[in-house]
């Protein structure tokens, strides 16, 4: 923490005459990235498009992606109106930013090569599946897939809103965490040591799901996905001195009312990422209770989607309803804007209006 402190020196508390506020953007993959750009038009709609916003932005693996072009300065009601039209634009979310040319190609060899590894040692003899996977560890792929087209998405994407990639060029603080493969640390990029790294390397490090995609590798060191021991990171936000603390998580465990849409008939992929989503709200809840105590003077607000609908569940790296996860993250975050956050709403105007009207007049809402 402390280094991120060292990174926020120059952001004082002392005499400040409003709130700070900070925005943690948990990840999701496609589907959650989609309904965070939702929540986030919608809350920038409540607050009639004017505002100073947030004063730091913190985004974890899908989240990052989000919080990278927020704290750039683009709008979350223009890359809205992009994904919401399918818009010939760098910044559409498309299949692509993923998966590019090739990708299924690499991703049937890598296969290929996975039951090759299998079944050699099957053939040797090999019984226990477990002890298998052990013996051909070496031979096995890191992943299916590889980050290289969403690091491309993130770079030209802020170069084609006249945006450079270096975390100095941001009007406002952003930090990106992943952890790091060898050491299983948690490392913040955008802070210390690791300002100096590309946001487009850093976003991409933060997105590299195990298994799925091979690790980042950024200076020799190979990085996995933030969320990986983690959720939502709202301490990097709360340990900058932030007053307000906005955390956006996309993806809940889903319940089922009976028998006909259980869990089970959906299959392994299904069962896995649920077990991954109850895993992960049971750690935010777990955080944010703790961070309640170690920062008493922090107010925190979290934004989920309610847990009796299935309109954003699909896999979540899957593109095919990521349109209605968008279109869903801004209604639903509408509705609880007028409930559950309208004291963020309040506090977040109250301190628009606040501020000098020079200084408002030049202040714009990122996010």
């Known amino acids: 923490m402390q280094i991120v402190h060292r990174a926020m020196g120059y952001w004082k508390r002392r005499g400040a005459t409003r709130p700070r506020y900070a925005l943690a953007l948990a990840g999701g993959g496609v589907i959650g990235g989609m309904y965070e750009v939702g929540a986030m038009t919608a809350l920038e709609g409540r607050l009639n498009g004017a505002g100073r916003g947030f004063d730091v932005y913190v985004g974890c693996s899908a989240g990052s992606v989000v919080a990278a072009l927020l704290a750039s300065g683009v709008r979350a009601s223009e890359i809205y109106h992009i994904l919401d039209e399918d818009l010939d634009d760098p910044l559409n979310m498309r299949r692509g930013v993923l998966f590019a040319d090739g990708a299924f190609r690499l991703a049937c060899t890598r296969f290929g090569r996975f039951m090759w590894a299998i079944g050699k040692h099957v053939i040797r003899g090999g019984r226990c599946l477990p002890d298998v996977l052990a013996k051909a560890e070496r031979e096995l792929p890191a992943g299916f897939f590889t980050l290289a087209a969403l690091e491309r998405f993130i770079r030209l994407g802020l170069a084609s809103r006249g945006h ?19 050491t299983a640390e948690r490392v913040v990029f955008g802070a210390g040591d ?8 850093a976003v991409a490090a933060s997105s590299a799901i195990p298994g799925f995609f091979d690790p980042y590798t950024i ?3 190979d990085y996995m996905d933030g969320g990986v021991g ?5 301490d990097l936000a709360a340990g900058t001195g932030a007053d307000v603390v906005f955390v956006v998580n996309p993806l809940v465990p889903n319940r089922t009312s009976d028998g006909t849409g259980s869990m089970r008939l959906r299959g392994m992929y299904t069962i896995m990422e649920q077990a991954s989503r109850i895993y992960s709200q049971n750690l935010l809840h777990l955080g944010l209770a703790t961070l309640a105590v170690k920062f008493p003077h922090t107010t925190f ?13 699909g896999p979540s790296m899957g593109f095919e309803a990521s349109r209605a996860a968008l279109r869903f993250g801004y209604a639903s975050t509408k509705l609880w804007l007028d409930e559950q956050g309208a004291a963020l709403v309040r506090s977040m105007s109250e301190s628009q209006a606040a501020e000098p009207p020079a200084k408002a007049a030049a202040a714009r809402l990122i996010g």
């Open 164 to 182: 450079g990639n270096a975390f100095s060029d941001l009007p406002r603080p952003l930090l990106i965490p992943a952890v790091d493969l060898n």
């Open 194 to 201: 690791l300002a100096s790294v590309p946001i487009s390397d």
């Open 219 to 221: 200076n020799g060191r």
């Open 230 to 234: 983690f959720c939502g990171h709202a």
């Open 301 to 313: 607000h979290l934004l989920q989607p309610p847990q009796n609908t299935e309109l954003p569940f």
